[in-house]
């Protein structure tokens, strides 16, 4: 199979630049920004070689795993841009919700259930499957935005701070090609709902749907410190708000975030 745009993509406009093997979709996608690009574009392989994740950790996609960037120039200012990694994290589950279903019916309730941690990743099953990277840069009079999601497809990274997993262990048999079709149409509908930054009490009442530890024990480790609580929900800006014992509300920008048994560790 080739990679190619759903059909609400095309429809909205989208174009697309695949490549076969490539150092890192969202490096690519900032350069074309830079030399005037002004999308919607995706830039998608199958074999990621260079990728970064969050606090430039290396995130390497062997062959047969999906590494995609859609870039975007918008005139919005970086805070409300930032809260359009809820958006692409939506369009993820939407997209592995689509592709899952004959699997769903012949798992049954052994079916993985999709989840999203905050602030960038989409689980299943409690795992991580999918890593989420956004960056911007002003460009002209504009702000160029890349949206990075990485997704374990066919294998998972050993090793990693939340244990990973991928599509193929799930037992869930698509290729990256189909994945990605079904992500660039959710993708048009998660955009359009977000609408540069006006939609997103929308966009967070659907992720908060969606949220994995939503409720539950939390520790977030930002630095040398750790912050323990409740997670008890994201704000209008998508800063996590963590309750700690005494009552207080904490708004969180930035940290690793571990829920239950692994909050527990993380706290002693």
Known sequence: MTFTLGPRAIAAGHRLAAFDQIGSTNAEAMLRARDGEQGPMWFVTPEQTAGRGRRQRVWVAPRGNLASTILEVTGVQPAIAATLGFAAGLSLEAALQKVSIEAALRLGPDSPKFTLKWPNDVLADGKKLSGILLEAEAIGNGLAVVVGIGTNVIAAPEGTPTPAVSLAALGIQIGAEELFTALSDAWVEFRGIWDDGRGFP?????????????????????????????????DDTGCLIVRTADGQRMPVTAGEVYFGTAASVRAN
Request: glycine share 12%.
């Open 202 to 234: 929308e966009i967070r009442r659907l992720w908060l749907e969606r949220a994995a530890g939503l409720g539950e024990k939390v520790a977030v480790q930002t630095g040398s410190a750790t912050l323990e609580g409740i997670f008890d929900t994201i």
